[in-house]
């Protein structure tokens, strides 16, 4: 499915949207370059899951909870993994293969580690269709 977006608004409507139709133990691939609105997206899809508090990157602690919405959200930023076993370290299978929904921005960067049954999002941009424009791809996996 790709969806076309043509301000950050919208990019956080199609998040809220996934994110209110979520399920437990989904999970949730994002890729795209930096500035693309991986972030606006996260929020709405956070809003989709009934959180409240502030959601931003978790850049520099590979991974933040969110305990408070319909079901637990798990929000793992991989940008700055060093090594592959990181991951080990913060508990990652124990996320995703938990109860909740755990989204996972930069997944390209351990795709060695994924569950085969994966929601694949790429979000990317195209400034010929202007400065806010999106295209949204979602692959069930």
């Known amino acids: 499915m790709v969806i076309e977006t043509r301000s950050p608004e919208e990019t956080f409507a199609v998040g809220k949207s996934l994110g209110e139709k979520a399920f437990p133990g989904q999970v949730l691939t994002l890729t795209g370059d930096l500035g ?44 700055r993994i060093g090594d592959i076993e ?7 299978e124990e996320y995703v293969m938990g109860e909740g929904v755990s989204l996972i921005e930069w997944a390209n960067l351990i795709e060695e580690i994924l569950p085969e049954r994966r ?9 010929t269709q202007g400065f806010d424009y999106r295209r949204i791809t979602i692959n069930e996996q």
Not at 119 to 127: A, F, G, H, Q, R
Request: charged share 25%; aromatic share 14%.
């Open 86 to 92: 990181e991951m080990d370290e913060v508990g990652f």
């Open 36 to 79: 693309v609105g991986k972030t606006v997206f996260t929020q709405g899809l956070a809003e989709g899951l009934g959180i409240e508090e502030p959601v931003n990157s978790p850049t520099f602690t590979i991974v933040q909870v969110y305990e408070e919405g319909r079901l637990p959200f798990y929000h793992f930023d991989v940008y």
């Open 119 to 127: 929601t694949n999002i790429l979000i990317e941009k195209d400034l």
